[in-house]
Every structure is written in C-alpha cells, then in structure tokens.
C-alpha cells in the first residue's frame, strides 16, 4: 500500500520503518530538514536498537523515502499522524498544536476516501473533534485511531511484532483498509481490538496510568521498607508470585521518566478535570508525588553516605537516560539527580553510554565524561541511576581501585549488596536493609 506517516520524530521514524519493511510504499513527512536529511541519508536521529539497519535497508530499497513537503504524501491511501503531544507550559493538559497542524494539513491533500490514522496519545474525546474539523475543512478522508504501545528500546520489535492492535473507527471501511497496513502482523495472530474512537484513545492513557501506578505502588512500598528494615525487592519478588499482580514493572528505585508516563498521567488526570471526573483519577495525583519523591531520596541518600553534605565531594553518576537502551534524557530521574547533586555543590561527573549530548543540551553546567572508568576514578562515591548492563556488570573490587572511598548508591537496585560489601563497599539500595 502506499502510506505516509506525518512526523518523524520517535514513533513516526519507527513506524515509517517498520512499514517499509512490511513491503508498504512508505513516505515519511517532517518539518525539520536536517532530520530528514538524516533519515534520508538512512540514518537514525536516535538511539534505538536495531532502527537504524531497519531504515538503511527501507531506503536502499526504494519504498521508504522522506520529505518535508506533505503535498508529496498525497497519493498515499492511509497516512499515519505520529507527531508529539507535549505536556502545555504551565499546565497539566496535553498541547494538541502539532495534531491539529497535521490533520489541517492533511485536509488540503489527502484524498477523497483515504484513510487519516492518529497514533499520537491524545486526550479522550480528540478523535471526535477531528473528525469535525475535516468535514468543516470540506475533506471526505475516514478517520481512525490507531495507538501505539512502543517501550523505548524495544521499538522496532514493539511495532513488527505487537501485543495486540487496537482500532478506534466509525467505519468499516476503515477497518479494512487497517487489516491490509497490518496484514502480515495479523496473520501471525496477533490479537485485534476494533472499538469507537473514545475507547481507542483510552486504552493508550489507560494502559500508560496503569503501568505508572504499579511502579509508584512499589516505591510507595520503599518507602516503608526504609522506615521498618524491610527489603523492598524481596518484597516484590513475593508478591509477584500472585497471578493477579505479576513481578514485571515492580522494581523499586527512582522512579519512570521519560516522554510518555509523566506528561500522559498528567494529561490524563487534566482532561479527567475538564469531563467533570477528577475525582475518578484523583490517584494519579499521588502517583506523580511518589514517583517525584524518589528522586529526593536518592539525592538523600547520597548525603547521608557523605556523612551528611556533598558540598565538594567527587560523585560519579553512572546514567543519565531514562532508561538502558535509548538516548532520551526528557524528564529523565537520573539526570535530575545528577543536576540536583551539582545544585547542592557536588563535584559531579556524569557517564552514560547515548545519551551524553542530550543531557549537555538540557544540563550543560555538569562534568561528563566518556566512560565508568572516568566518572568513577577518585570519586568519593558512586551513584547508578540507569540500569544500563555495562553498570550492572561492573566488577565491584575494580570499582573500589578506581574510587577515593568506596561507596555507592544503588539507586535501580540491580547489584549485588552481598558482593559489593564484600569488596568493602558502604552500599545502600532504595528501599533494601
């Protein structure tokens, strides 16, 4: 099919992709033109494993192409809306800008009967509001909404090989056209959800709520461990024997970050607001506390390991992504705290494998450096903040060689307290005796 997908940033450069390596005839469409120079170029803009032999090989074979022109994306007969729906300056709610643009875009070249699928996470109710727009805009396209469940890192699987796939539509037709974009996914028995606009779009806010309630509910839990002597990840592990609530997402640390969960909670609890049933979400106030809260303790704990100050002191932060495999630092705990560390007036040097010139960009009055080696080498104390595997791995007796004193803050809760104690570490976890 000919497709295009408007927005190239995270999940509109995967999508475009992984559509071409279905066979599609894909066109990628960005306002930014040293992006799509890149893409085009069959280069990735960021980090994530795999999409960039994924993008070489759709541009090398001719059926994915980029530009910045949405004129040339026309003759497409599904066009895929991905951009970004950041949280308002100053407000909770979701700022619908880019979405509404693409669509009043695609309203003057799409079609007659083409198919425009939203895969932006955007507040319920939005689909039904576009739809109106096209029609006063005189455009006779279909609507549907189409959400993504991509975790950073795992994209490219997450996009080939989904858990389901959801449909929002008043269409039929719509339907359709869908099960041919996905046809060999679907093949495969992939499970398929069609249901109305409304359900579509709060299956994604729904899922992205849940998912940062459970891992607040664990930190919430840390937080009493360190007030009783419990072992928050001891705990985990048994309650995560019961079917009914699972072990995954149940590690106790910083909390999530990122450029989804914060601003989606958010956006969620604000348009909850706005129907008139803030007090059915109310909760997600507290998550957001929680999760806010983790960040203090570790800047906490590194204090109380410094006997008390950090002021001068040599702290290595070994991470500074949200999360391991990725370069996003948006809303990024580690980096918080790296940046919390130096505002208090720690001598801080900063590592992460990717996302290095990210940070710079958003904190650029911290130390980084290239390696572990580096950041670690006379550092008064360690702090592992993303749960890269090269942090993980770390050999703790090499660790002490390199290190003033040996001390380190487990801040993911990843090591091995018994063999870092062992090699004469003082270690302290989030949440663990």
């Known amino acids: 099919m000919r497709i295009s997908v408007i927005g190239c940033g995270y999940l509109g450069a995967v999508h475009a992709a992984a559509m071409a390596d ?3 005839d894909v066109v990628g469409v960005d306002t930014d033109a040293d992006k799509v120079a890149k893409l085009t170029a069959g280069e990735a803009p960021f980090f994530e494993p795999g999409l960039e032999e994924l993008l ?3 541009v090398r074979s001719g059926r994915l192409r ?6 040339d994306a026309a003759d497409a007969e599904v066009h895929f809306v991905a951009v970004g729906t950041p949280q308002l300056p100053g407000a909770d709610g979701a700022d619908l800008r880019f979405v509404d643009g693409a669509f009043d ?4 070249v799409a079609a007659p009967g083409s198919l425009l699928v939203g895969k932006s996470t955007v507040p319920v109710g939005t689909a039904a509001e576009l739809v109106a727009r096209l029609r006063k805009a005189g455009s006779t396209a279909l609507l549907a909404w189409n959400p993504e469940f991509l975790r950073e890192g795992f994209a490219v699987a997450d996009t080939l090989a989904p858990d389901r796939l959801v449909y929002g539509v008043d269409d039929e037709r719509a339907t359709e056209l869908l099960d041919r974009v996905y ?5 495969r028995g992939t499970p398929r959800i069609v ?7 709060l299956v994604k806010t729904a899922a992205n709520a849940f998912l940062a309630t459970k891992i607040s509910f664990i930190n919430a839990m840390a937080e009493i461990a360190e007030a009783t002597g419990a072992d928050v990840t001891t705990l985990a592990d048994a309650i995560g024997h019961d079917a009914r609530i699972g072990r995954r997402f149940l590690n106790a640390g910083i909390g999530f970050g990122g450029g989804c969960l914060p601003k989606d909670i958010r956006a969620f609890a604000a348009r909850a607001e706005e129907l008139g049933r803030a007090e059915s979400v109310a909760f997600l106030r507290q998550v957001d506390a929680i999760n806010l809260r983790r960040r203090e303790r570790a800047v906490d704990v590194a204090i109380e390991l410094l006997g008390g100050s950090v002021f001068e002191r040599r702290i290595a932060v070994l991470g500074l992504t949200f999360k391991p495999d990725s370069d996003d630092t948006r809303d990024s705990p580690a980096l918080d705290v790296a940046a919390r560390l130096h505002g208090l007036g720690a001598r801080v040097r900063a ?3 990717y996302g290095i010139d990210n940070a710079r960009l958003r904190h650029p009055q911290l130390d980084y450096v290239a390696s572990a080696r580096e950041a670690l080498r006379d550092a008064d104390l360690a702090l592992l903040v993303t749960e890269w595997r090269e942090y993980r791995d770390l050999e703790p007796a090499a660790v002490a060689e390199l290190m003033a004193v040996p001390r380190i803050v487990d801040a993911r809760n990843v090591l091995d307290p018994s063999a870092w104690r062992a090699a004469g570490f003082a270690y ?3 949440g663990r005796s």
Do not use: K, N, V, Y
């Open 22 to 24: 279905l066979g599609h």
């Open 56 to 58: 070489g090989e759709g």
């Open 66 to 71: 980029f530009t910045t022109d949405i004129a």
């Open 105 to 108: 875009a695609l309203a003057g």
């Open 183 to 187: 046809a060999d996914i679907l093949e």
């Open 195 to 201: 249901t109305d606009f409304a359900t579509a779009e």
């Open 351 to 353: 590592t992460d494998p």
């Open 428 to 430: 302290r976890g989030l």
